[in-house]
């Protein structure tokens, strides 16, 4: 059981020890419990049709939100990105889930990910903007160029910005963090 712990995302040898070690003394009513949820959500969790974030519905809440900006849509690379970005509360548009980054390191190429869903998507809808929030890497950038050539045609693209963490320190930080962080600048109100 700690091996099929360690496999996790951020779980170490330790934590994994912890959870296994917490299960064993749980009832087994609560095991049998905790088992059936993760069977249900692998069978019936999904992607929406429409985004490709993660949805035991056709359609999911996001999407399906009246309230939600149809003319605003963020794209990211999978649904963890869209989970913190909601977790902000501060953008009130629509989503779409890529699926990945272009990284032709790792065999990644555009066909793999949800970018003709995208362009095609954008070329249909009502899309005054489309922002990229993509991570700041070699991969991010690549795939923000190749989605802002594709996309300019039909709307305004921008990019999220990027730069020096709440907190920290300059002198700390990295000579492209820096550079990132000067281009971004905007006035102070």
């Keep these: 059981m700690i091996d099929q ?3 996790l ?3 170490g040898p330790r934590t994994a020890q912890r959870l296994a070690l917490h299960l064993l003394r749980q009832p087994e009513e609560q095991i049998h419990s905790f088992a059936d949820a993760l069977l249900a959500a692998r069978s019936q969790v999904g ?3 429409t ?3 993660l949805s035991a519905e056709p359609t999911c809440e996001i999407c399906r939100n009246p309230e939600r900006s149809i003319g605003m849509l963020c794209v990211v690379a999978d649904s963890r990105d869209l989970l913190a970005l ?3 509360r501060e953008y009130a548009g629509r989503y779409h889930v890529l699926g990945g980054l272009i990284s032709p390191m790792d065999g990644i190429g555009p066909e793999m990910l949800q970018i003709s869903n995208l362009v095609k998507r954008v ?3 009502e899309i005054n903007e489309v922002i990229l929030a993509l991570t700041p890497s070699v991969e991010g950038d690549t795939t ?3 989605l802002a050539r594709l996309l300019k045609p039909f709307t305004e693209v921008s990019r999220i910005a990027y730069g020096l963490p709440v907190g920290s320190e300059l002198e700390y930080a990295d ?3 820096l550079s990132r962080a000067l281009e971004g600048r905007r006035a102070v109100e």
């Design 86 to 88: 909601e977790r902000t």
């Design 175 to 177: 000579d492209v963090t």
């Design 51 to 53: 985004c490709f974030h």
């Design 144 to 146: 923000s160029l190749y």
């Design 9 to 11: 995302p951020g779980i």
């Design 123 to 125: 070329a249909a809808d």
């Design 47 to 49: 992607q929406c049709q």
């Design 5 to 7: 712990f360690e496999r």
